[in-house]
């Protein structure tokens, strides 16, 4: 038992000096976090940017089928289907299909989003990724033509679809850099090699879990009664004064979760495979290509005219088929499955099991939008990474600040662990250094 102490205390020592520093990076940003994300363009940024529907200019014809949503693009009243690189635009108040996308027309959309004047804008070009466009989703949008202001906004806009794909601004790239791009190893050369990056996350999270085990087992053996488990036969209470002592109190009371944080991070990388998942109809059906023959601009004119201010109106497809479920009811508080620390998934839901294919369906009742869906044997991402790694419990966030003060006082106890792990880990280079 001696001997096996004291290899895990070697080893602990070497990949605490290797992965201390990497642990007090993950707490720091991870305060960050809290607040503030990665920048992104989410369906709400485009409501908030898009202008209201003018019934009156919409024409009596349709383009075709396929064509789910009106919106006003450019100016103008526009059909638009698809997304990202196979999205298409037809002018509603003249039939006309927009083929191509010219400079001057992403120039007027990049200035209307930002609010800025066109004439003061910066354009380049970017056919390779750039600090905030690393992920892979956008290599089918490129190029992509940035527009910079000199008040900081930056909007990037597809050249193949018009689209607005990403929308920067000085201070969501300064708490970007505090945040996400640190905790989430988000650095441009790495980042663009996902099968790479992929990999040291894995490996880096993976060994910071063995590394801060090893640590919390060597730290309990101290307190064993029993003196043959003990280090070295040392008394129960903690033979070391200084950093090295405030190490070992501070890793004993937050090493649990020390370990859960690293170890669900490693998991968000999904390092061993999904299980395989059955395809389940519904999705299916709701994302089909609606028949809109028997749709006519006349009703859609009138449903706007009862709706003034409406800035997005898109068709609820319903696929006609018998649907056999389990069970249905209202949901009008977030639970385990369902919930949003930031309130944006609405309520009230209706939650639709069917137990034939393990699958919980959430539905907006005022969209029939599915806007949840999980799986019963999702329990692993949702249990072993959000709920470990994010405390993603509906009871603390319905009693908000709780859960923002939970988490800063683990945060806070996690980053005193690893700072001083910091603090002794330099000293054993700083003597290694010396002696050599």
């Known amino acids: 038992m001696q001997l096996l102490l004291r290899v895990a205390l070697f080893f602990h020592r070497w990949m605490g000096t290797a992965f201390c520093a990497l642990f007090a990076w993950w707490f720091v940003s991870g ?41 006003i693009f450019d100016g103008r009243p526009a059909w638009i289907s698809g997304t ?26 990049a200035a209307e989003w930002a609010g800025r004047p066109a004439g ?23 190029p992509l033509a940035k527009y910079e202001w000199p008040d900081g906004q930056a909007v990037y ?82 033979p070391y004064s200084g950093v090295k002592r405030l190490h070992t109190q501070w890793g004993l009371c ?27 109809s519904v999705p299916a059906a709701l994302r089909s290509v609606p028949d809109l023959r028997h749709f006519t601009v006349q009703s859609m004119a009138d449903a706007l005219r009862k709706a003034p201010g409406t800035v997005l109106l898109t068709l609820a497809v319903f696929a006609g088929e018998t649907l056999y479920v389990a069970r249905v009811r209202v949901v009008r508080e977030y639970d385990f499955w369902y919930c949003d620390r930031l309130g944006r998934k609405p309520l009230p839901a209706v939650l639709v099991t069917r137990a034939a294919e393990g699958m ?5 009742p005022r ?54 792990g910091v603090v002794l880990g330099f000293r054993v280079l700083r003597q290694r250094v010396f002696r050599a």
């Not at 937050?254 to 490693?266: E, P, Y």
């Not at 993603?392 to 106890?413: C, H, T």
């Open 254 to 280: 937050f090493g649990v979760l020390v370990c859960t944080w690293a170890f669900s991070g490693m998991l968000s990388m999904d390092p061993i495979g999904s299980p395989a998942r059955g395809r389940s």
């Open 367 to 420: 969209t029939a939008a599915i806007v949840g869906s999980y799986r019963t044997n999702d329990w692993v991402n949702r249990w072993l990474y959000h709920g470990l790694h994010s405390l993603d419990f509906p009871l603390l966030y319905r009693y908000r600040p709780l859960w923002d003060v939970v988490m800063l006082v683990l945060l806070g106890g996690g980053l005193v662990a690893s700072g001083t």
């Open 360 to 364: 919980r369906y959430y539905v907006d």
């Open 120 to 142: 003061e804008a910066q354009v380049e070009m970017l056919t390779e990724a750039d600090q905030w466009t690393v992920q892979g989703s956008f290599g089918a949008l490129r």
């Open 31 to 71: 305060i960050f976090m809290m607040y503030w994300d990665f920048p992104a363009v989410t369906e709400a940024d485009r409501l908030q940017h898009a202008r209201p529907l003018n019934p009156s200019r919409v024409l009596r014809g349709m383009p075709g089928p396929g064509v789910p949503s009106l919106v």
């Open 157 to 238: 806009i597809s050249t193949r679809s018009g689209e607005v794909v990403q929308y920067t601004t000085r201070r969501s790239r300064l708490f970007a850099w505090l945040g996400a791009i640190p905790h989430w190893l988000y650095f441009t050369p790495l980042r663009t090699n996902t099968e790479l990056w992929s990999r040291v996350v894995i490996w880096a999270s993976g060994l910071a879990t063995l590394a801060a085990l090893l640590g919390l087992g060597v730290g309990l053996a101290m307190l064993s009664p029993r003196k043959k488990y003990r280090h070295s036969g040392l008394p129960t209470a903690i």
């Open 84 to 109: 990202g690189a196979r999205r298409s635009i037809t002018f509603a108040d003249d039939g006309k299909r927009l083929l191509v996308f010219s400079p001057e027309v992403n120039l007027r959309t």
